[in-house]
DNA sequence: GCGTTAGATTGACATTCGTTGAACTACTGA
DNA sequence: TCAGTAGTTCAACGAATGTCAATCTAACGC
């Protein structure tokens, strides 16, 4: 049990409850979101909300910038990014390339590294042109 | 709440557990897993181990075969896929091209999750230039 | 058959998680 | 200064989670 696997349960954690997910797909939206829109389109009561973002805070996943009486929220992408690249470890291969196409389509499969972390990992990494 | 969203996040739970997020990247190495393997390698008594792989099993990570009385494990990486594509809406953006050049540049601000130190995947994980 | 082994299920327990009302803090505007 | 507002923190609660001993089931070897 690694140190780094602490950190990356951490992560998932966080991200593995409906409503935090709900928030960061929110505010993968926005550049910033206002705590007062959570509150709008949540169905929970206030404290739950501070309950969530904390969580999300501690995880590392987004940042707090309060301005007069007011909480913004914004997500730190290089941490869901991060996470990304660890998964990619265990499952390599082509991932999607534009957002607004279809993507590859082909999830379908082609051979898998039998290892994810095999020494010519680099040639199906240069696969990934985006 | 959408219902992918539910199926999302049944995934980042089972991903959010020390033991779970170990048996997954044991599964990642090996083409297939012995459940003997998993009792030695994990510092659980056997029904805790059970009672994970079950819970794995449910979020569709991994694929049981039995063969005589052992049990065998699979990872069903395109389960993982399909979570990276799914995170990759939220933080889009250039990803590892190749193992030794220096990566994408803008992922190379800080350790963003704790880097992986002294275990098996330190490796590989030099591929990551975070 | 019969004992053994691999692993799942069950039942019980302690711990953690998610939720809320109430109280609190910090800022606003009059 | 003082009432009102935004959001947090606290205390408490029920629900879910993680763990293990005991039990069960199915396959094995003899």
């Not at 007062?36 to 929970?44: A, H, K």
């Not at 969530?52 to 290089?78: D, M, P």
Request: net charge neutral; glycine share 6%; with cysteine.
């Amino acid at each position: 049990m690694t140190r780094e696997a602490v950190a990356a349960t951490e992560v998932f954690k966080a991200l593995g409850d409906p409503i935090r997910w709900n928030i960061v797909q929110q505010m993968a939206q926005q550049e910033e979101l206002a705590c007062s829109v959570l509150e709008d389109t949540l169905p929970v009561s206030k404290p739950t909300i501070s309950y969530h973002t904390k969580i999300l805070t501690q995880a590392g996943l987004i940042e707090v910038r309060k301005r007069g009486r007011n909480y913004f929220y914004s997500l730190r992408r290089e941490v869901l990014r991060s996470l990304m690249d660890e998964m990619w470890l265990l499952a390599p291969g082509p991932r999607l390339v534009s957002s607004d196409g279809e993507g590859t389509g082909d999830r379908a499969e082609r051979p898998v590294l039998k290892a994810a972390v095999g020494d010519d990992t680099s040639r199906s990494a240069a696969l990934l042109t985006w």
